[in-house]
């Protein structure tokens, strides 16, 4: 037993102690999530156990901080790196297995690369992905192959915040820490089909996917966890486009959530129009243009591509709309709401503009599916955020300023939009 435990009588106060150690060290590494996680353990215990409400008020007094520095603070996202020790030079716990390492604050892959290599100062650094694994691993002297992954967030999580709008710094918690699941993809350049335009990479791009499981989530006991499960695949041009535009919705969707929830004017107006701007204008990576041109061109025989496919990246395209003229509007209140955001002027009229010809050219071309629809869960999303905001004003019972949502008819096509109206009253 440890000399300094040895002045608790009880392994009730053990414990007891444990755990509050346990606590304060999650609050010195900003991981206040799992910190309440512990104090909602000891709640159980003062609450129903041995009723003490003195402790207990404390203890929720912490909680109420944790969940504050949550919303309120800066916290740098940390990189995850996947690393292979080579040979047999290296020890038998690290011999020819595979690891993904989360990085320290601040630290990007050079650094880690450089930190790694101190602590086997005799290893070769593998600068190729390509190897031959089965002659590496006999070998007598130490490789190490190092590069950077991505985390991936489980169903579990997306299924949990998946029907409610949700301040992005709750989200982003989930996105870099109690994972084990990884991605790593890098492009393949396969031009020997004579049918695509040389001119455009979208329409050779191949993608080659390896996904990885670890034993244990991360961040754990230890900065690393051994990967126990690896698959690897390649998605076609056609799937990699589709890929990236469920990506690209996605955040433009989370987006127009940050600044729907933004109503102290926190996150600046330019982030959301640069944001517009990159997907409307067409001389930023030639916009959806690129896409069409290597998957809808008349020359394209039916059979390239699965018909299945094909329709999806049409709808992903025609889906962009609602979003973004969402996200137009959104911009629209900001800045007449606002004289700072007014110097933005010229930029958002050059947006609109190059969004008004967008819509033209995506509704001529798919008349058939064309829609200016929100989807379904996102409108209810937005109605339930505000029809829940109503309620705990009206509940206060004291005269506050809040946000509301109104519905608009457009002027253009006659369907109804969910746009915000960021109107100010006092409740009576």
Same mark, same amino acid.
């Not at 700072?340 to 509704?363: A, P, T, W």
């Given at each position: 037993?440890?000399?300094?435990?040895?002045?608790?009588?009880?392994?009730?106060?053990?414990?007891?102690?444990?755990?509050?150690?346990?606590?304060?060290?999650?609050?010195?590494?900003?991981?206040?999530?799992?910190?309440?996680?512990?104090?909602?353990?000891?709640?159980?215990?003062?609450?129903?156990?041995?009723?003490?409400?003195?402790?207990?008020?404390? #203890?929720?007094?912490?909680?109420?901080?944790?969940?504050?520095?949550?919303?309120?603070?800066?916290?740098?996202?940390?990189?995850?790196?996947?690393?292979?020790?080579?040979?047999?030079?290296?020890?038998?716990?690290?011999?020819?297995?595979?690891?993904?390492?989360?990085?320290?604050?601040?630290?990007?892959?050079?650094?880690? $690369?450089?930190?790694?290599?101190?602590?086997?100062?005799?290893?070769?650094?593998?600068?190729?992905?390509?190897?031959?694994?089965?002659?590496?691993?006999? *070998?007598?002297?130490?490789?190490?192959?190092?590069?950077?992954?991505?985390?991936?967030?489980?169903?579990?999580?997306?299924?949990?915040?998946?029907? $409610?709008?949700?301040?992005?710094?709750?989200?982003?918690?989930?996105?870099?820490?109690?994972?084990?699941?990884?991605?790593?993809?890098?492009?393949?350049?396969?031009?020997?089909?004579?049918?695509?335009?040389?001119?455009?990479?979208?329409?050779?791009?191949?993608?080659?996917?390896?996904?990885?499981?670890?034993?244990?989530?991360?961040?754990?006991? #230890?900065?690393?966890?051994?990967?126990?499960?690896?698959?690897?695949?390649?998605?076609?041009?056609?799937?990699?486009?589709?890929?990236?535009?469920?990506?690209?919705?996605?955040?433009?969707?989370?987006?127009?959530?940050?600044?729907?929830?933004?109503?102290?004017?926190?996150?600046?107006?330019?982030?959301?129009?640069?944001?517009?701007?990159?997907?409307?204008?067409?001389?930023?990576?030639?916009?959806?243009?690129?896409?069409?041109?290597?998957?809808?061109?008349?020359?394209?025989?039916?059979?390239?591509?699965?018909?299945?496919?094909?329709?999806?990246?049409?709808?992903?395209?025609?889906?962009?709309?609602?979003?973004?003229?969402?996200?137009?509007?959104?911009?629209?209140?900001? *800045?007449?709401?606002?004289?700072?955001?007014?110097?933005?002027?010229?930029?958002?009229?050059?947006?609109?503009?190059?969004?008004?010809?967008?819509?033209?050219?995506?509704?001529?071309?798919?008349?058939?599916?064309?829609?200016?629809?929100?989807?379904?869960?996102?409108?209810?999303?937005?109605?339930?955020?505000?029809?829940?905001?109503?309620?705990?004003?009206?509940?206060?019972?004291?005269?506050?300023?809040?946000?509301?949502?109104?519905?608009?008819?457009?002027?253009?096509?006659? $369907?109804?939009?969910?746009?915000?109206?960021?109107?100010?009253?006092?409740?009576?």
């Amino acid at each position: 037993r440890n000399e300094r435990f040895n002045i608790y009588n009880s392994h009730r106060e053990l414990k007891e102690k444990l755990y509050f150690e346990i606590i304060e060290n999650f609050n010195k590494g900003q991981l206040w999530e799992a910190g309440i996680v512990y104090c909602k353990e000891l709640i159980q215990q003062y609450e129903n156990e041995i009723f003490d409400y003195v402790k207990l008020s404390s #203890l929720f007094e912490k909680m109420a901080l944790f969940y504050k520095l949550i919303i309120s603070s800066v916290r740098i996202e940390p990189e995850y790196f996947h690393v292979t020790y080579y040979g047999k030079g290296f020890p038998s716990f690290f011999r020819n297995k595979s690891f993904i390492y989360r990085g320290k604050s601040y630290e990007r892959l050079f650094e880690f $690369t450089k930190r790694l290599q101190n602590q086997f100062p005799q290893a070769r650094l593998l600068d190729k992905l390509d190897l031959q694994e089965s002659e590496l691993v006999d *070998q007598d002297d130490q490789n190490l192959s190092i590069y950077r992954v991505d985390p991936q967030v489980s169903d579990e999580v997306n299924n949990k915040f998946l029907r $409610t709008l949700v301040d992005e710094r709750i989200i982003k918690y989930y996105q870099y820490n109690e994972i084990n699941h990884f991605t790593f993809s890098r492009k393949l350049i396969k031009d020997d089909d004579p049918s695509r335009p040389a001119s455009n990479e979208f329409a050779c791009m191949w993608i080659e996917r390896s996904e990885y499981r670890t034993a244990f989530p991360l961040p754990g006991i #230890l900065y690393r966890s051994e990967i126990i499960e690896k698959y690897t695949y390649q998605l076609n041009p056609l799937k990699n486009a589709i890929d990236t535009m469920e990506k690209m919705n996605t955040k433009t969707r989370m987006i127009i959530y940050r600044y729907l929830l933004d109503d102290d004017n926190t996150h600046p107006l330019h982030n959301l129009l640069m944001h517009i701007k990159g997907i409307v204008s067409s001389d930023v990576q030639g916009g959806v243009s690129k896409y069409e041109e290597a998957f809808f061109d008349d020359q394209q025989s039916d059979d390239d591509y699965d018909k299945e496919d094909l329709e999806r990246l049409r709808k992903l395209i025609v889906d962009q709309i609602p979003l973004l003229d969402l996200a137009i509007k959104i911009a629209d209140q900001k *800045q007449r709401q606002h004289l700072v955001n007014q110097s933005m002027d010229g930029l958002y009229q050059y947006i609109v503009e190059s969004f008004e010809k967008m819509r033209i050219d995506v509704r001529c071309k798919y008349g058939d599916i064309y829609h200016s629809d929100l989807p379904i869960d996102m409108q209810k999303i937005i109605e339930n955020h505000y029809k829940m905001q109503r309620l705990a004003i009206s509940m206060s019972g004291s005269p506050q300023i809040i946000s509301t949502a109104s519905e608009h008819r457009n002027s253009i096509d006659g $369907t109804m939009y969910v746009i915000i109206e960021l109107k100010f009253f006092l409740l009576d």
